[in-house]
Nanobody, 119 residues
Framework: QVQLVDSGGGSAQFGGSLTLACAVS?????IAWFRQAPGQKRGAVSC????????YHRDSVKGRFTISRDNAKNTVLLQMNDLKPEDTAVYYC???????????????WGRGTQVTVSP
């Protein structure tokens, strides 16, 4: 069993920055951030592997977003820089036994945090 609490969303202007945090309680899991904009499917943004720290970022956020994990604090961060209006979405952290961007492999989800980027 694992519980996830995602936070840190809010409003930003074009080119601004936000940092999302996912507090993880329970067993060790692989963690990813997903996002869903109105009328669109939920898709993976970034993933991080607990064992070796390897990361995945979707093409549209490479060079702008960074996922990191503080194992001592059981927290996964998503640093988002150079934000664009198309980054506007509800962002969810999720936990899986597997390091994968496939949402159906994730068993536990946070409640989501809204990110809104204005032009």
């Amino acid at each position: 069993q694992v519980q996830l609490v995602d936070s840190g969303g809010g409003s930003a202007q074009f080119g601004g920055s936000l940092t999302l945090a996912c507090a993880v309680s329970g067993d060790t899991w692989q963690i990813a951030w997903f996002r869903q904009a109105p009328g669109q499917k939920r898709g993976a943004v970034s993933c991080i592997d607990f064992s070796d720290g390897r990361t995945y970022h979707r093409d549209s956020v490479k060079g702008r977003f960074t996922i990191s994990r503080d194992n001592a604090k059981n927290t996964v961060l998503l640093q988002m820089n150079d934000l664009k209006p198309e980054d506007t979405a509800v962002y969810y952290c999720a936990a899986s036994l597997y390091y994968t961007p496939v949402s159906t492999r994730y068993d536990y989800w946070g409640r989501g945090t809204q990110v809104t980027v204005s032009p």
